[in-house]
């Protein structure tokens, strides 16, 4: 059974950074694509970044391209995404997913965590 479980959330004061990971419980971790989307209240979930089985690419939301970075360790099945310069309007749960076939902007992912809470006050 896969599972992905996503850490590193928090509250934070805007112009701040955090640092959100992913851990992944699959063998095949290396061959999927890794995608970190989010969800603010009453607003539906968007597409934030994601990266490529490799790592050699990655794709961003126009809303963060510059304050956020994503990257992966295949040898620790794990995704990580470096939020700096955070703004109020970045406030949602953050959600990281998998999926083989997953590329660039895509929201067809098969397997999705339960979210971190990042909270940025002004």
């Known amino acids: 059974q896969v599972q992905l479980v996503e850490s590193g959330g928090g509250l934070v004061q805007a112009g701040g950074s955090l640092n959100l990971s992913c851990a992944a419980s699959?063998?095949?971790?290396?061959?999927?694509?890794m995608g970190w989307f989010r969800q603010a209240p009453g607003k539906e979930r968007e597409f934030v970044t994601s990266?490529?089985?490799?790592?050699?690419?990655?794709y961003y939301a126009a809303s963060v391209e510059g304050r956020f970075t994503i990257s992966r360790d295949n040898a620790k099945n794990t995704v990580y995404l470096q939020m700096n310069s955070l703004k109020p309007e970045d406030t949602a749960v953050y959600y990281c997913a998998a999926d083989l076939h997953a590329s660039g902007h895509s929201y067809n992912y098969n397997y999705w965590g339960q979210g971190t809470q990042v909270t940025v006050s002004s």
């Open positions: 699959m063998r095949t971790f290396s061959w999927h694509t």
């Open positions: 990266i490529n089985w490799s790592g050699g690419s990655t």
